[in-house]
């Protein structure tokens, strides 16, 4: 689902960029155990483009694949990582178009909770990852996407959404196990998280 202009506006700014680049890329950096060294990393409903910056520059991946729904956030992308070893395309986390088994990691900074099949966008990305490959996520979990102004100001799914020890329970059925110590970050707004492929 794509965003509307109250939360594409949340997303695209300096604040959430500069967040991204320090807070949640420590976070992840943690997670990862050091970071992605010279790893092939799929991102997931790239955005503008922040997170594949990210992932180079701060967790050291070699090469970057990026996909999002949108073609106007792809287009941003593009612009933004012009020149920088990053492959863009507009894709659905339903149907991820690569190989079996062709991912060091994914990372996923906060898009599944808004696909609607969301275990299948789970079981696309341990598809596409090799085994022993890490999955790193931040997602919003459904408490938070019940309140007030979550219902008001954004359009999400509204069924069938996950909290924490639920969207772990998804990745285990589907071999990416380890998240056993999901954190809660921003006054509960998000919880982050990683898992290994079997
Ligand atoms: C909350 S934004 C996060 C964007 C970016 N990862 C960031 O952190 O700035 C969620 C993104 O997921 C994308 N998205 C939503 N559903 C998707 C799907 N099924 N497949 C791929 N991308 C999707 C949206 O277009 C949007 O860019």
């Known amino acids: 689902m794509k965003l509307n202009s109250i939360e594409r506006a949340a997303m695209n700014n300096p604040i959430r960029a500069a967040h991204q680049h320090h807070r949640e890329a420590a976070w992840f950096r943690r997670l990862a155990g050091g970071g992605l060294a010279g790893k092939h990393v799929l991102e997931v409903g790239c955005g ?14 070699a090469q970057v694949s990026a996909f999002d729904l949108d073609e106007t956030m792809v ?10 070893p990053v ?3 507009v894709g659905d986390a339903c149907d991820i178009a690569q190989p079996a088994q062709s991912m ?8 599944i909770h808004h696909v609607p099949d969301w275990p299948q966008a789970i079981a696309e990305m341990a598809r596409v990852m090799r085994p022993g490959g890490l999955l790193l996520f931040e ?17 999400h799914p509204r069924e069938n959404r996950f909290e924490a020890d639920e969207f772990a329970a998804e990745l285990s059925r589907h071999g990416l196990h380890g998240s056993g110590q999901l954190e809660s970050h921003i006054g509960g707004m998000v919880f982050i998280g990683a898992a290994r492929k079997s």
């Open 87 to 89: 492959s863009l395309s």
């Open 75 to 84: 287009e941003l992308a593009r612009r933004r990582l012009h020149g920088r």
């Open 139 to 155: 997602e919003v979990p459904r408490h938070v996407l019940d309140t007030w102004a979550f219902r008001t100001l954004t359009v």
């Open 48 to 61: 503008r483009g922040v997170g594949a910056e990210v992932i180079l520059d701060r967790l050291g991946a």
């Open 104 to 111: 060091d990691a994914v990372v996923d900074f906060g898009i």
